[in-house]
C-alpha cells in the first residue's frame, strides 16, 4: 500500500529485456537506504519489488502483465521516475491510499498555466473513467491528485501545484505522452458493489 507522495525521481540506469520480463535499474540516493531485497517500491504507481541493490541503485523485474498494464515497457536509461516505498503505518497518511495497481493507461492531451498551477487534462481508459468524479482521487504516475473537474466525457483535468511540478515527473510530460493511472480505491468498490446489486435486480426480475 502507498499514499500517492512521491519520495524521489530516480533515474534508470539500466535495461535489459529477457523472454517474459523485463530487468531494470534505478538509481535512487535518497530512498535506497530504506530498501532491502524483497521489499515494495512503486515506480510511477506501479508496485514492483525490489531483486537487487547495489550502492545507490536497486534493481526490479516487470513481468508480461506489467508490461502490458503499464508504461513499464517504455522506459528507456535516463528516463526519470517517480518513486514511493511502501507505507509504514502507524503515521500519517497524506496522499489517499493507493495500492500499486495499474488500472490502465492514459495519456496527456492538454496543459496549461495558470498563474503559478499547471492545469493538465488526461484521457481515461473505461475503466478507470467510471470511478473517477470532480473532487475524487486519482493516481498519475503514482502521483495522488485531485480530480478538479471533468471537462468532457472521459477526460480529467488535474492541477499541479509549483512542489509537485518540481519534485515529480509529471513536469517532463508533453501532450501524447502515456501515463499510468490508478482509480480511486473507494469509487472501485461502490463501483463493484452497485453493479452487484443491479445484477440482482435483473435476476430478481
Same mark, same amino acid.
Given at each position: 500500500?502507498?499514499?500517492?507522495?512521491?519520495?524521489?525521481?530516480?533515474?534508470?540506469?539500466?535495461?535489459? !529485456?529477457?523472454?517474459?520480463? &523485463?530487468?531494470?535499474?534505478?538509481?535512487?540516493?535518497?530512498?535506497?537506504?530504506?530498501?532491502?531485497?524483497?521489499?515494495?517500491? +512503486?515506480? !510511477?504507481?506501479?508496485?514492483? @519489488?525490489? @531483486?537487487?541493490?547495489?550502492?545507490?541503485?536497486?534493481?526490479?523485474?516487470?513481468?508480461?502483465?506489467?508490461?502490458?498494464? @503499464?508504461?513499464? +515497457? &517504455?522506459?528507456? =536509461?535516463?528516463?526519470?521516475?517517480?518513486?514511493?516505498? +511502501?507505507? +509504514?503505518?502507524?503515521?500519517?497518511?497524506?496522499?489517499?491510499?493507493?495500492?500499486?495497481? =495499474?488500472?490502465? =493507461?492514459?495519456?496527456?492531451?492538454?496543459?496549461?498555466?495558470?498563474?503559478?498551477? &499547471?492545469?493538465?487534462?488526461?484521457?481515461?481508459?473505461?475503466?478507470?473513467?467510471?470511478?473517477?468524479?470532480?473532487?475524487?482521487?486519482?493516481?498519475?504516475?503514482?502521483? /495522488?491528485?485531485?480530480? /478538479? @473537474?471533468?471537462?468532457? %466525457?472521459?477526460?480529467?483535468? =488535474?492541477?499541479?501545484? %509549483?512542489?509537485?511540478?518540481?519534485?515529480?515527473?509529471?513536469?517532463?510530460?508533453?501532450?501524447?505522452?502515456?501515463?499510468?493511472?490508478?482509480?480511486?480505491?473507494?469509487?472501485?468498490?461502490?463501483?463493484?458493489?452497485?453493479?452487484? &446489486?443491479?445484477?440482482?435486480?435483473?435476476?430478481?426480475?
Amino acid at each position: 500500500m502507498f499514499s500517492g507522495i512521491i519520495e524521489e525521481l530516480g533515474i534508470v540506469t539500466a535495461v535489459e !529485456d529477457r523472454e517474459g520480463l &523485463r530487468r531494470m535499474c534505478v538509481r535512487a540516493s535518497e530512498i535506497v537506504s530504506g530498501l532491502e531485497v524483497g521489499a515494495s517500491v +512503486a515506480i !510511477d504507481g506501479a508496485c514492483h @519489488t525490489v @531483486t537487487r541493490l547495489e550502492g545507490d541503485t536497486f534493481c526490479v523485474e516487470s513481468m508480461t502483465t506489467t508490461l502490458s498494464r @503499464t508504461i513499464a +515497457a &517504455r522506459y528507456q =536509461v535516463g528516463d526519470h521516475l517517480n518513486l514511493e516505498r +511502501a507505507l +509504514a503505518f502507524g503515521g500519517r497518511v497524506d496522499g489517499h491510499f493507493v495500492q500499486g495497481h =495499474v488500472d490502465g =493507461v492514459g495519456s496527456l492531451v492538454g496543459i496549461e498555466e495558470e498563474g503559478e498551477t &499547471r492545469l493538465m487534462d488526461f484521457v481515461l481508459p473505461t475503466v478507470v473513467a467510471e470511478v473517477t468524479v470532480p473532487r475524487g482521487s486519482i493516481a498519475i504516475n503514482g502521483v /495522488s491528485l485531485t480530480v /478538479s @473537474t471533468m471537462p468532457s %466525457p472521459g477526460v480529467c483535468r =488535474v492541477g499541479i501545484i %509549483p512542489f509537485t511540478w518540481d519534485h515529480t515527473n509529471l513536469r517532463f510530460l508533453e501532450p501524447g505522452a502515456s501515463v499510468n493511472l490508478e482509480g480511486d480505491l473507494i469509487g472501485k468498490h461502490v463501483g463493484k458493489m452497485l453493479a452487484a &446489486r443491479e445484477g440482482a435486480s435483473h435476476n430478481e426480475s
